[in-house]
């Protein structure tokens, strides 16, 4: 009578787990605000999206009488969002394992865009807030993390669009002032930049779209890219319709975030009127497919047949 390899079952069982071994991306969408029930602050869910509440440092600059959004900036705005309680109570984001990865976007247009200048004069920033602050009013110095884009907003481009990492040692605003940020650990640097001076810049009355995404790889590496994009005159923005930077930082300096602030330093430097049409923040995990799962209990159950055929 033939006798079963008890060796040969379990490399069946362990190849085959082997071979399954696949994930698939998990895409949750936890914000997809669009401000349909007209409330900023509210939290849940909001039409077809979720809402996440929206704060400014002066009352008088953020408004939603009706859809959209409507930031006005004279002097200087700051306006923010904490994602985190959005979506029926969802965690802080934290990136974890290799593939894990979050994606914020911004869909806003811009009214009384300035006239050429040299300003970083719109500035963006996804971070994490040690406490973060859910009223309207002045913001408290904070030892934040997190990473920024300083851009320049005009008709005709003056400067250009540069990813920044949180420097600052110590606590401080978090869009407040640019010397906060920089590039490993030295202030006022760049992680990455482009756009060139004297291409076409902002519209009036055109649709643009700023997103920031974030994976982690299998290195602990955190790959950045950030973009602007819209404009259909002359080219679009910055000639081309888009200005794009990509980043990989080898010594993240934070892999968690519940904020997402937007700060035109003034009408003169970047626009008079934003209207913001939509936020929306993704969190995309790698999990086992159910097949791999179920395979690899077959693998254990193997482990189990061969120790009893050896007895």
Known sequence: MKRFNSN??????????AFAMSTYAADTIIVNDTWADGNRTSV??????????????????????????????????????????????????????????????????????????SSLGFDIALAKSPTPKTTDGSQTGQQYSGYSVLMNMGTTLGSTFNLKEWTLAGTGSLLGNASNW????????????????????FKQGESYTFVMDLVLDGSGYLDITASMTGGVSNGGLNGVGYESVSYTDTSPNGLSYDTFEVRPTASSQAAGTFDIQ?????????????VTLALSGLGMLGLVLARRMRR
């Open 8 to 17: 040969s079952i379990v490399f069946a069982l362990t190849a085959g787990c």
């Open 44 to 117: 849940g869910v909001d039409g077809t999206g979720y809402d996440t509440p929206w704060y400014a440092a002066s009352t008088s600059t953020l408004s939603t009488a009706m859809p959209p959004l409507v930031g006005a900036c004279t002097t200087s705005a700051t306006w923010w969002t904490i994602f985190s309680g959005a979506n029926s109570g969802n965690p802080l984001v934290t990136l974890q394992n290799a593939g894990d990865e979050i994606k914020a976007t911004l869909v806003f247009t811009p009214y009384g865009v300035a006239a050429n200048n």
């Open 182 to 201: 920089g590039a490993n650990g030295t202030s006022g640097l760049n992680l990455a930049t482009t756009g060139t001076s004297g291409n076409q810049g």
């Open 278 to 290: 939509q936020f929306e923040v993704e969190q995309i995990t790698l999990v086992p497919e159910p």
